[in-house]
């Protein structure tokens, strides 16, 4: 039996502790590998071209490129790479700027330590994370008059050729539920989801994950 491939991550900050710190952190768990290291944004997407890592861990302040302009370069440069910022800001503005951008999750860098194994895991499943403090500010904004995510109000639903099924399909995936989870809440199988899952990227053309995740949000079928 052929030996399981790692899980390849490319991490982007221009501060080299910063680097090493994330090295040690990430390298400690079994099957995953650090592939690069970038100081800046230039050099993040010429190694990202180059490697095609699975996850690219990229620091939001950058020299020569800024976190979200490498991310949103990225997602055309190397679709199947996902992208988790670190930032050192707390805020909800910047959270849905990255995640339109198209990254997978967004990490403090005050709450590394203890979250960011938790967000590749994430990552790794293809389910977004937001720092856990993060969240709850969101919720705090939702609960207090954001329209409700149950009922979608963008235009852009307008003509979807997508079913009610595959829509609740999308909101149950990118509110991070697996597969299986999809499918108990649905009272369906796991292969029915799988394929209603293939069905979605085929119609809406997505390339990646994270192109569903910002589909949810931009449509009101979830709050980021």
Same mark, same amino acid.
């Given at each position: 039996?052929?030996?399981?491939?790692?899980? %390849?991550?490319?991490?982007?900050?221009?501060?080299?502790?910063? /680097?090493?710190?994330?090295?040690?952190?990430?390298?400690?768990?079994?099957?995953?590998?650090?592939?690069?290291?970038?100081?800046?944004?230039?050099?993040?997407?010429?190694?990202? &071209? &180059?490697? &095609?890592?699975?996850?690219?861990?990229?620091?939001?302040?950058?020299?020569?490129?800024?976190?979200?302009?490498? !991310?949103?370069? !990225? %997602?055309?440069?190397?679709?199947?790479? @996902? *992208?988790?910022?670190?930032?050192?800001? $707390?805020?909800?503005? *910047?959270?849905?700027?990255?995640?339109?951008?198209?990254? *997978?999750?967004?990490?403090?860098?005050?709450?590394?330590?203890?979250?960011?194994?938790?967000?590749? @895991?994430?990552?790794?499943? /293809?389910?977004?994370?937001?720092?856990? &403090?993060?969240?709850?500010?969101? !919720?705090?904004? $939702?609960?207090?008059?954001?329209?409700?995510?149950?009922?979608?109000?963008?235009?852009?639903?307008?003509?979807?050729?997508?079913?009610?099924?595959?829509?609740?399909?999308?909101?149950?995936? !990118?509110?991070?539920?697996?597969?299986?989870?999809?499918? @108990?809440?649905?009272?369906?199988?796991?292969?029915?989801?799988?394929?209603? %899952?293939?069905?979605?990227?085929?119609?809406?053309?997505?390339?990646? $994950?994270?192109?569903?995740?910002? $589909?949810?949000?931009?449509?009101?079928?979830?709050?980021?």
């Amino acid at each position: 039996m052929a030996a399981k491939q790692p899980y %390849r991550i490319l991490i982007a900050d221009d501060h080299a502790i910063v /680097r090493r710190g994330l090295r040690a952190l990430l390298t400690s768990q079994p099957g995953i590998e650090v592939c690069s290291e970038a100081s800046s944004g230039t050099e993040a997407l010429d190694y990202l &071209k &180059k490697e &095609k890592p699975d996850l690219m861990v990229l620091d939001l302040t950058m020299p020569e490129m800024n976190g979200l302009e490498v !991310a949103r370069v !990225a %997602r055309e440069e190397s679709p199947t790479t @996902d *992208i988790l910022v670190l930032s050192m800001h $707390f805020s909800e503005e *910047i959270a849905r700027e990255v995640l339109r951008c198209g990254a *997978i999750g967004y990490v403090l860098k005050s709450d590394a330590d203890t979250e960011l194994l938790a967000a590749v @895991d994430h990552a790794r499943h /293809r389910q977004p994370f937001f720092t856990g &403090k993060l969240a709850v500010s969101m !919720a705090e904004s $939702f609960i207090q008059g954001q329209p409700n995510p149950d009922v979608p109000t963008s235009k852009e639903l307008e003509g979807t050729p997508l079913t009610g099924r595959e829509l609740q399909v999308i909101q149950l995936l !990118a509110e991070g539920k697996s597969n299986k989870q999809v499918a @108990d809440t649905l009272g369906v199988s796991t292969r029915t989801v799988e394929s209603h %899952r293939n069905h979605i990227m085929r119609k809406m053309s997505f390339t990646s $994950f994270s192109d569903l995740i910002r $589909f949810a949000v931009r449509t009101n079928l979830i709050q980021p």
